[in-house]
């Protein structure tokens, strides 16, 4: 039995003893989330067409996302526990459309049988034991964290979560300090636990390696009330070390408020990615050579304007460096926490200079309370990579340097503020993603969600 487990089950234990103390149950919360999710990607002709990929990728499923949260026991150390029931129901598969590849293990959405069709549901159960003293609280078991240097994604019918440990303290006035180790992730559409990795290294690849330890920390001070900075540091084990820095001010102007937000990435490699090929991430480094160790500066700022439900923006961001920007991605779907990270593309390639503008608007004001829309642009150019074009196999490997891609996001959505449809939300989301980089293929897609929460505690 590993110690996160042993960790977990004593835990459980001393929280049996003490489960009729007055804070467990009276504190406790539990919810049932229901998503219905449609999703349709439409792959066309770009640069290149990659050998048997498809043009078509559609899925579309049921999700049941059932939360416990629990109180606290009484006395200094308070003890409680949480739990999430996941399940995912195949509604339908698009007629063999699902995404799944022969280096994948799942599709778009669902998991993937060895023949390559999606199985007909899916589900987990993730518990977490914690424990409290004063404003420190220690979590062991699943997570969900949303920090700068790891964040969950919930962009498919049901969210990642993660294996570990974190604690978080808020003894100080002002400031949040945090700090953990994750050792498995589950993606958004798998059953399993799988250990980590980054992009051009992970175990779907034919010389894929893993990691099982990423530990991460820093924290988040309120210098005023309108001003936070952050510093957060992450490693994961034999692939690269991370150091970020944050700051995010609010500023009333006129009639509205300007918020600016600034981010600074600082990345290189760590053990065996600074010297073994089956460590490697992706990026340029030199004439046919698309790996290598990790190797990235990030900065970028965006800037958003809030009046009278109107909300315009616009943002900037570089990336330096041999790599591009590294983040836990296991290759099945993942987030990282930078300004350009869109529906379909990241815009954090080698060399890539990205500039964005925004706008949104909340129908509120115009007496449709629950409507909201938006709209993002990005383009970004001066990508330095080497990739394969042609259909056939073996592709043919060329230089790619100043390439550009864009993107254009919008979404939709509505969610019932009164009556008996309170609460319930409807949300569309379409995307368009061009782009002339060897080996990526343009894409469009649209996303359909129907979303509704029943409290049952």
Known sequence: MNKSTLALAVAVGVMAQQAGAAGFIEDSKATLGLRNFYINTD?????????GAQNKQEEWGQGFDLRFTSGYTQGTVGFGIDAIGLLGVRLDSGGGTNGATSTSYGGTVFPSKS???AVDNYSSLGLTAKAKISQTELKLGTLQPKLPVIVTNDGRLLPQTFQGGQITSNEIKDLTLVAGQIEHAKGRNSSNNEELSIAGSNAHTAAGRDSNKFIYGGGDYKI????????????LQDYYKQHFLGLVHNWAIGPGVLKSDFRYFNSRDDGANGNDPAYYTTGDYGTGITKGKVDNNLYSGLFLYTVEGHTFGG??????GNSDFPWLNQGDGSSAYITTDMQIAKFARAGERTWQARYSYDFAKV????????VVYLRGDNIDTTGKVGSTVPQTSVNATGRSE????????YVVPEGPLKNVGVMWKNAMWRNDIPGQRDQDENRLIVSYSIPLL
Request: hydrophobic content about 25%.
């Open 224 to 235: 005023t009330k309108d001003l936070t900075a952050q510093y957060y540091y992450g490693n």
């Open 367 to 374: 007496g449709v309370p629950g409507l909201t829309a938006g």
């Open 115 to 117: 023949n390559g069709e």
């Open 406 to 413: 864009w993107e254009r996001d919008i979404t939709v959505g």
């Open 43 to 51: 792959n066309r002709d770009g640069d290149t067409k990659a050998a």
């Open 315 to 320: 943002g900037y961001q570089v990336s330096n």
